[in-house]
Each structure stands twice: as C-alpha cells, then as structure tokens.
C-alpha cells in the first residue's frame, strides 16, 4: 500500500511555490493547500480558453457529429458555462484540424489515459498517478495551450518525469503538442535522457512539506487514502458552426 498518492499537478503547483514564495508568504502556501485539497476556484479566462480548445480537440477525436461540424465550417465557436462564469471563444478551423492531422499521424489508440506506478524512495512507498491526453505506440503525448511559446517551455515540467517513469520501458518519448492558438509547437524529450533521480529529490522535498501541513489538508488520498472531496463543478462546454465550409 502506498504511503502517499502525488500527481504532476501536484507538483508543479509545489514548484510553482519553490519559485514563488517569499519568506513562506501565507498566499503562496494558501494556494499550495487548496490546489492539494482541490479547492473549487474560478476559472480565468485562459483556463477556460485552452479546456474550450482541448474539448473540440477531443471531441473531434470521439464523436462523429462534432467531427461533421467541424468539417462542414471555417470557425468553431465554443460556449462555456461553470456557475455564474461564462465565456465564449472562437477557434480557428485550420489550426484544429492541423493538430488532428498530426495526432492521427502519430497513430493515438488511446486518450485521457489513466497511469500510475509506485515508486520507492528513502523506504517511503509514493503512488504516482494521473491522466495523460494522448498515447501513441512509442510516444506520450500531452496537450498545452498557451499564450506564447518559447522552447523549452515544458522543461521543468514534472508530467515529463512522472508520465515517463509511469511507462518506463514502455514509450520512447514524452511529447508536448503545444498552441498559441495561431501555430503548432512540440517539444520532445527521449525518456532515456530523464533524470529520474530528480524526480525522488523532488517527491522527498513535497513530502516533507505536507507533512509539516499535515493537519491542514483535507483531501487525505494525499497521505495514501481514498476519500477525496466533493468533485470540482465541471463546465458546461458547447461546440458550434460559425459560416459554411
């Protein structure tokens, strides 16, 4: 039975704070507790933008009626709604169906792909565990949208050495397939070349961590349980045809 359940998420949010905090600034470590707990935030707007992009990208993908519409017009229009928050993109069609036709030469069999596998450090057994968008025979593949690009902006982005370690002798390569929403990046890293005694540095140091913010996290399948909080409310995301094709 594993002694912790820790996520990339996990630790890139734990990062985020290693690069951020200042004198243990309470907001930083505020915002470290509630992502751990799962704390229900609102979304920005960015947020919104790229789970509106993945969702055509995926609907695409797994519904044969939004890959008709998608074909059948120039821009997509997405709609989303969580709560009182609502937004409304349009996408290009030309930069969708790039990433598809490049997903589909890769040959993706699998998406939003559950993974985990423990990992043992210092005698402490951690589960490692999440979702990945995309895998193909050789290559993990994870979606990114972002406001601008610049290589190697996934570098220090821990889904690389979790997702690698999780298929170990498995894939070949961890792959981002990022967007600015107006060009197609990929940055590629050969799973041969991860440090993976990073990785155990890293997983020490965050454990750690929460255990000195042990009585303050809620959601205990952190320390190896299996209760979790109520989910976050998921958005209601709609997909539609601006003009014909």
């Keep these: ?25 309470d907001a930083e470590i505020q915002k470290l507790l509630d992502t751990i707990n799962r704390v229900s935030v609102e ?14 990208i995926n609907k695409y993908l797994t519904s044969a009626e939004v890959s008709k519409l998608i074909k059948a017009t120039n821009e997509i229009q997405v709609n989303f709604d969580c709560n009182e928050q609502h937004f409304n993109f349009v996408f290009d069609k030309k930069l969708i169906l790039k990433i598809l036709n490049y997903l589909e030469e890769q ?27 995309y895998l193909t025979p050789t290559t993990i593949i994870d979606l990114k949208t972002t406001k601008s690009y610049s290589f190697p902006k996934y ?35 050969n799973t041969d070349t991860i440090d993976y005694a990073e ?32 989910p976050r409310v998921e958005p209601i995301i709609t997909i539609n045809a601006m003009g014909d094709n």
């Design 1 to 25: 039975m594993a002694d912790y359940k820790i996520t990339a998420s996990m630790l890139n949010s734990f990062q985020w704070y290693l690069d951020h905090q200042s004198n243990n600034d």
């Design 43 to 56: 979304y920005t707007e960015a947020q919104a933008r790229g789970k509106c992009f993945e969702e055509v």
């Design 107 to 133: 040959g993706v069999y699998l998406q939003q792909h559950y993974i985990n596998k423990e990992i043992k450090v210092d005698n402490t057994n951690i589960e490692l565990y999440g979702y990945i968008d």
């Design 155 to 189: 570098f220090n982005n821990w889904q690389k050495h979790i997702y690698s370690y999780c298929l170990i002798n498995e894939v070949e390569q961890m792959q981002f397939l990022a967007t600015d929403f107006e060009e197609m990046f990929i940055e590629n890293y």
């Design 199 to 230: 990785l155990r540095r890293m997983l020490m140091h965050f454990i750690i961590w929460i255990e000195a913010y042990r009585e303050q996290i809620t959601d205990k399948k952190i320390f190896g349980g299996d209760n979790e909080p109520t």
